[in-house]
């Protein structure tokens, strides 16, 4: 079975939550019981993974903590994530309440639309005119990638035949 996966679109109320579909809440009470932590992405989303795929991910990425205390860098990235991190349970009414820095953070306001995308992991929320413009930017990638693998195709097999 597909876990995380889609494209819905939801308002945010007026106290900054939004209601995911059954389909998604019920993914998440089976791989997490409905405990879930959310983060804000660099992207200008905010996501929702279970907690174990949040720390899988941080644990990977963490590598050596002794080695932070020298690392302006390591430090800065430890400071994001501590920032724009936050732990939450989902309602039996499948809504989630984000706050103010993470509605800001997504480029978020009462009574706006959002775009609840699933990403296998877990799902972001973006802002609906910010999630246009993510695609928008993957389908140019993807035309521009598919352009040059055509070329590279094409001067491959011209060169076989000369």
């Known amino acids: 079975m597909l876990t995380f996966f889609g494209q819905e679109h939801c308002l945010v109320d007026a106290n900054g939550r939004i209601r995911l579909t059954q389909r998604l809440v019920d993914d998440f009470l089976r ?8 983060h804000g992405l660099p992207e200008g989303a905010v996501a929702l993974y279970p907690e174990a795929a949040y720390h899988d991910m941080r644990r990977h990425e963490l590598g050596d903590i002794g080695e932070v205390a020298g690392s302006f860098a390591r430090r800065r990235s430890l400071r994001w994530f ?18 103010t820095d993470f509605m800001n953070h997504a480029g978020l306001r009462p009574g706006a639309e959002a775009c609840v995308v699933g990403v296998e992991i877990g799902v972001e929320i973006w802002s609906a005119e ?16 598919r352009r040059r693998e055509m070329e590279n195709d094409l001067n491959t097999t011209s060169g076989e035949e000369r």
Do not use: W
């Open 31 to 38: 791989v997490c019981a409905g405990e879930i932590v959310l």
């Open 82 to 99: 501590g920032a724009l991190t936050s732990t939450c349970r989902i309602t039996r009414q499948g809504r989630v309440t984000l706050s």
């Open 130 to 145: 910010r999630f246009a413009a993510e695609m928008n930017e993957i389908d140019a990638h993807l035309k521009q990638k």
